[in-house]
């Protein structure tokens, strides 16, 4: 770089402050519950209170008729459902209507939609509905539900699996009957709600002129919102556009298409206004926004050192009641079996994984998907192992995890971990933790009577990952180019245009650091376009943490094909060939003399009588597609170490310190990369000691309210030490991982650990999550009961 | 999550208050910070026709030092009380009380009459005003009557509060420069409701010695015994006071309820 301070230090690596906080924090941002539009009417549903009944009918009081509407309006109109199947051996394919259809299969599920000029007069409406039901049996608890089902969810099914399959490599039998130390563990994760500080809500609008439905909706992919949409209404896809506006966070539940975005869309297009829906907390607590709850049984093998043979292990993800589009129900589990392994190097494994269906609303992918799971089962297990080869946690993991000489290496699933050093990850958090101090200190004892602990979480996790692996899925969304446009502007400045979106990623300052590395056109002059299908790329989203490889790469091709466009404009006016001319620092040069963009684009649009007679008639417009050199993704990693304080009289656990080590390759903004670990882990601090949705025998939830579903706060979340190690990707454009989802992967695990580690002296273990006071309460008076 | 639709008045004085609230051919409540209220009428657990708000009632809001005792309107917020600036004969108990309760937006708006009216047993001046052997001032159309605050909160969400009748204001005995208090409550995360509570008053000049176990699913319960005050009971006298509780026999409700009630104890002990 050699122009001004401002051309300094924007680039690829450069921890700039993020160009979208200006309107964000200062509340100036445009959501979609700040959208009005002229005769707008809003909408409540009418939710069904039982979790699973026939409707033997639905009354509207003849005042509100013409305001109400069912399935059966729908389907009249030639709505389909929404299907969401996989291709995957043993998945069963379900239909999701937008509205229930004769039959309703969780508490929350919308049965009728009402239109109000306010959403208090059209919750008043939803009051005046009557539903007769009659009341089937309830499937409730996961496993219940896989092995004897009380009754079926859907009834052309056989029982009330989604998915089973079942993973095997190596000989886990060979291994079971030689291997000298034998750990078993059943763990549970609960289910849990996302929470984002917004939650869904859309705004659909009929053009007339355009004949072309607009859904304005908070969502991660806008593109595959457009694609499902079209597919349940009957419409073209060039007669929908979806806008996703300032989205408040995602984390996976505005991955999905929403059957209430189905419901505002039908709406908008049949009647002759424009209508919205603004999720509310209870609505998103009790129906929509579930995810997690796992149960696994594991069993590892390994020698006297402590070294892993082999993995024999059953998981069960209970995914509700209903597919979710695209992801379909299936996804989770598979996943499970699919990386349960974690960061190890071991040969014989075997998983059994179950997708089962319940009366509980449909599982979303939430930020870690299946790993935040995993982590905690295979972790737990390693402790397991330290423990019963009498070695410290740490001394197990060096001599498990893949080590650097091994890289790239395929592990027992077929995974393709791309690069780092997986060990030194943990060496690092070992030190940085001060292991050696804490063990001390336990020694010594707290003069509180409380007990210390520490734990470790280590993770790899795959990002970016695309063609080869989601065909496997076989699942409705297969992610192929990612596509960006990028266009100088008359003046010199540069639009973007992606069809992913940002909402919280960053990306609006990330891409635009992407695009001064290749153009040196300063930050401030770059403009993001995203979220919207009538202005941007082809993309399936926002998902996986894709967006810094995918989005990265491609504007960064589109950037290095304008440069080219430019160097070629630019040489012409120098008076030079394109061969002797470098471009640099946002301006072709040639010896003493240079061309700034911003010329170039000046002549490319108002003096094209000065352009070479073989200029590219393509202009200063370019989009362009990219893949990372492998389907397979990057691997990120990270060790988390927690040290807590348990108080054995009343199970409380506070957090005394954590420290992440982490892997990023290379950050295109090491501010962005801490943000997201810190928001990631926040999350995980939750997943570990405050979230639960619990359910009742009947499938009725439990908590609707915030003062019911705990989340952490910014006391529940301590200081969190964040040390990079810096290992490129040798598979992307400039050797980034994503990192989007692992803060989030591993707090259970870490937490957990020290949790355990803390009440050792007792004989106590915990292994569901949340960790509340009372499981750890009921853990050590577990203890003294079997004494 | 939206109301129901009803009126809403704002009277300036006690009387023309307790005149709407006396109206029976309507459901009226009265609100003072909507900090329950709120998310109740949002919930549509409570449809009111009528709103009474309270809060510009000049009397209801005001803090006097009166006979050695301090008197609290019943809307002076959780904030005020926080913030101290008036004459404390409570030595900066209530205070200390208040900074505890939920978080500051809370306090902001929250009122220590709302919250007693409300009756929510884990709520922080549900128990502490017993520990403290306050008395609960009720205003209604006849005039006013003072209900200790051991006998006010009769169950989850029950009081003496009788139909039209509104806390009016809460008098707190002035603690001697000799008392000792404890208050201790078992929250999962800052701000949350309690899930037990224990407060202990020892004050030697007035005779007082008071435990309270608190947050326990219907009315404290208070316990006047110099021997209880001063010293831990054990888990299983916290036991057998809980038996009668919906909390009875659970042994982990015992055992917090008990953690809170000995720490209690422990603060209101001598250093």
Redesign the interface.
């Known amino acids: 770089m050699a122009e001004g301070p401002m051309a300094q230090g924007m680039g690829v690596g450069a921890a700039i402050r993020r160009r979208e906080d200006e309107r964000l924090l200062k509340g100036r941002g445009r959501f979609v519950g700040d959208i009005q539009l002229v005769g707008m009417k809003e909408i409540a549903f009418v939710r069904s209170p039982l979790a699973h009944a026939r409707i033997r009918s639905i009354d509207v009081p003849p005042e509100h008729k013409g305001a109400v509407f069912t399935w059966a309006d729908m389907a009249k109109a030639g709505v389909k459902p929404i299907c969401a199947s996989s291709k995957l051996p043993g998945s069963k394919p379900s239909d999701h209507p937008a509205l229930a259809d004769g039959k309703v299969r969780f508490v929350g599920e919308p049965v009728a939609a009402c239109l109000a000029r306010t959403r208090a007069e059209a919750e008043d409406i939803a009051a005046s509905v009557v539903i007769d039901f009659e009341e089937l049996p309830v499937n409730v608890d996961t496993i219940e539900s896989a092995t004897r089902p009380k009754s079926r969810i859907h009834e052309h099914w056989g029982d009330n699996l989604f998915l089973e399959s079942t993973v095997v490599a190596g000989d886990i039998d060979k291994i079971a009957a030689r291997a000298p130390v034998k750990v078993t563990r059943t763990v549970r994760m609960a289910r849990q709600c996302m929470v984002p500080l917004e939650g869904r809500g859309m705004v659909a609008a009929w053009d007339r002129q355009l004949e072309q439905l607009t859904l304005t909706t908070a969502t991660q992919m806008p593109h595959i919102v457009r694609q499902g949409l079209a597919e349940c209404l009957g419409l073209d896809q060039a007669a929908v556009r979806v806008i996703a506006p300032d989205v408040g966070g995602g984390f996976g539940y505005k991955g999905i298409l929403l059957p209430e975005e189905v419901i505002a869309a039908w709406l908008a297009r049949t009647l002759d206004h424009p209508v919205r829906w603004i999720e509310d907390r209870r609505e998103h607590l009790v129906a929509a926004a579930n995810a997690r709850e796992h149960r696994y049984e594991v069993t590892a093998y390994a020698d006297r050192d402590g070294r892993l043979l082999g993995l024999d292990a059953s998981g069960w993800v209970d995914a509700g009641a209903y597919s979710i589009y695209p992801f379909t129900a299936g996804l989770e589990a598979a996943q499970v079996g699919s990386i349960l392994p974690g960061p190890y190097d071991f040969a014989h494994y075997r998983c059994r994984a179950y997708s089962v269906a319940t009366n509980k609303p449909p599982i979303v992918p939430y930020r870690g998907v299946a790993r935040t799971g995993v982590c905690l089962a295979i972790e737990l297990i390693m402790d397991g192992i330290a423990e019963a080869v009498g070695r410290e946690p740490h001394e197990v993991r060096l001599i498990n995890l893949v080590p650097p000489e091994k890289m790239p290496y395929v592990n027992v699933t077929k995974k393709h971990f791309d690069s780092g050093d997986y060990p030194e990850s943990v060496r690092r958090a070992v030190a940085a933790i001060d292991l050696p101090a804490i063990r001390a200190r336990q020694k010594k004892g707290e003069p509180d009577g409380r007990r210390i602990g520490v734990g470790l979480g280590v993770y790899c996790e795959q990002a970016g990952h695309g063609t080869a692996v989601y065909h496997g899925w076989g699942i409705p969304m297969v992610p192929g180019h990612e596509q960006a446009q990028a266009r100088l502007t008359p003046d010199g400045g540069l639009e973007l245009r992606v069809g992913l979106h940002s909402h919280g990623q960053s990306l609006e300052t990330t891409l635009a650091q992407v695009a001064h590395e290749i153009l040196g056109i300063d930050v401030a002059q770059v403009r993001l376009v995203h979220g919207d299908t009538g202005l941007t790329p082809f993309s399936t989203g926002t998902w996986g943490s894709r967006a810094a490889i995918m989005a990265g790469g491609a504007v960064a091709a589109a950037c290095k094909q304008l440069r080219e466009r430019a160097i070629r404009i630019g040489a012409h006016l120098l008076q030079a060939k394109p061969e002797e001319v470098r471009f640099d620092s946002g301006a072709v040069r040639a010896g003493k003399g240079s061309v700034p963009l911003a010329e170039i684009a000046r002549v490319w649009y108002r003096a094209p009588q000065l352009l070479p007679a073989d200029v590219d008639p393509g202009g200063l417009e370019v989009t362009a597609g990219y893949k990372p050199k492998s389907d397979q993704g990057t691997f990120s990693y990270a060790t988390h170490a927690a040290v807590v304080a348990v108080d054995p009289e009343t199970g409380a656990v506070e957090i005394l310190d954590y420290v992440v080590v982490e892997d990023a390759g290379v950050m295109l903004n090491p501010m962005v990369v801490d943000g997201q670990v810190l928001g990631g882990v926040a999350q995980g601090i939750g997943t570990a000691l405050y979230e639960e949705m619990p359910f009742d025998a009947e499938g009725q939830p439990l908590a609707s309210t915030f003062a019911d579903y705990l989340l952490p706060g910014f006391p529940e979340v301590p200081p969190v030490r964040i040390l990079h190690m810096m290992t490129p990707s040798p598979i992307t454009e400039f050797g980034q991982k994503g990192i989007g989802e692992g803060g989030g992967i591993a707090p259970p695990a870490a937490i957990g650990n020290a949790i355990n580690d803390a009440l050792k002296g007792l004989g106590a273990r915990v292994t569901d999550t949340p960790f509340t006071p009372k499981r750890v309460f009921q853990a050590i008076q577990a203890v003294g009961t079997k004494r | ?5 009803f009126d809403y008045e704002r009277p300036a004085t006690l009387d023309a208050a307790l005149k709407l609230l006396a109206r029976e051919d309507i459901v009226v409540k009265a609100v003072a910070g909507s900090q329950s209220l709120g ?1 109740m009428l949002n ?2 657990l409570v449809q009111p026709d009528l709103l009474v708000d309270i809060t510009a009632i000049s009397e209801l809001t005001a803090i006097r030092e009166e006979k050695g005792a301090l008197v609290v309107g019943a809307c002076v917020t959780h904030g005020q009380l926080e913030d101290g600036g008036y004459p404390d004969p409570t030595r900066g108990v209530l205070a200390k009380v208040a900074a505890g309760i939920a978080y500051r937006a809370v306090r902001n708006r929250g009122t220590i009459g709302g919250s007693l009216a409300h009756a929510d047993p884990a709520a922080d001046w549900v128990s502490a005003l017993v520990a403290l052997g306050a008395e609960i001032v009720v205003a209604n159309p006849t005039g006013r009557r003072a209900v200790a605050a051991e006998q006010f909160v009769t169950g989850v969400f029950e009081t003496k509060l009788e139909p039209g009748e509104i806390v009016a204001e809460i008098r707190v005995p002035a603690l001697s420069p000799e008392a000792r208090w404890g208050y201790v409550k ?1 929250c ?6 309690s899930h037990a509570t224990g407060a202990v008053l020892v004050d030697p000049a007035r005779k007082f010695a008071r435990a309270v176990i608190g947050a326990v699913s219907g009315a404290p319960i208070a316990v006047d015994d110099v021997a209880v005050a001063a010293e831990d009971p054990g888990e299983a006298w916290v036991a057998g006071r809980l038996a009668d509780t919906p909390l009875g026999g659970d ?2 409700q015992v ?2 309820h008990h ?1 809170a009630l000995k720490r209690a104890i422990r603060e209101a002990s001598p250093p």
């Open positions: 999550m939206k109301p129901v639709a998310p919930l549509r078992n999962r995360k800052a701000g949350e409701f042994a982990y055992r917090i953690v």
